[in-house]
């Protein structure tokens, strides 16, 4: 039986994950005020999101709307898994932990462990994650898939990973932004984690519309 991540006493200078409501209400009310006169939303595959249940959404990352746009196309609130740069500014780190972000040290893992073991703490509540797994944009074309937050989720739970595709056109002034989600898929215990997240690779970039490098 997968076991939580023992709780560490490792400390940051940030805030730990803790979405304030009446931000992120407030802040996807203004977004899609302000959003709306150039962008124009189309989802498919909604249905494949879980309702009551955790799940981590595998995301393509074409450019910096892609977060505002998936929290307008998405029903249910979510948390993102973000470089931890963005947070290094006092204000910036009140402002992204507000609406749900989460910082992570790719490079350093170590330093994230309070991070770490909050995402497994959310998602054992039942909460929605973001994960990018190329790390940074890549836009237009597919970027390699990063292993290490999935390899750290499945190793302590078994949950649905879903794939997002992410498409922007320009269509009649507006850009046009389609967000496919894909079907969810569970990690298999006899697939080493290269080959999971290269096969969710290979949906992501059908479901944006591009070919894998």
């Given amino acids: 039986m997968k076991k939580p991540l023992v709780r560490s006493k490792y400390q940051q200078n940030h805030n730990p994950p803790g979405r304030k409501k009446w931000v992120f209400n407030?802040?996807?009310f203004l977004g899609r005020i302000i959003l709306t006169p150039f962008f124009r939303i189309q989802t498919t595959g909604s249905e494949n999101l879980p309702l009551n249940s955790a799940f981590i959404l595998l995301v393509k990352h074409q450019r910096w709307e892609d977060i505002p746009m998936l929290g307008l196309a998405t029903p249910r609130p979510l948390y993102y898994i973000a470089k931890y740069e963005l947070f290094k500014n006092v204000l910036a780190n009140w402002f992204f932990i507000s609406m749900g972000g989460i910082p992570i040290n790719r490079q350093r893992p170590i330093e994230s462990r309070r991070f770490l073991q909050a995402t497994i703490e959310l998602l054992e509540k039942g909460e929605g994650i973001v994960v990018f797994p190329e790390g940074t944009y890549y836009r237009n074309k597919m970027g390699p898939g990063q292993t290490g937050m999935v390899r750290?989720?499945?190793?302590?739970?078994?949950?649905?990973?879903v794939p997002v595709g992410i498409n922007y056109s320009s269509r009649g002034g507006r850009i046009l932004v389609r967000i496919n989600f894909g079907k969810p898929a569970y990690a298999n215990a006899t697939l080493s984690a290269d080959t999971f997240v290269n096969s969710m690779m290979e949906k992501i970039a059908q479901?944006?519309?591009l070919a894998t490098h």
Avoid: E, H
């Fill in 207 to 209: 479901l944006s519309g």
């Fill in 152 to 161: 750290f989720v499945r190793s302590r739970l078994a949950l649905p990973f």
């Fill in 26 to 28: 407030t802040i996807k």
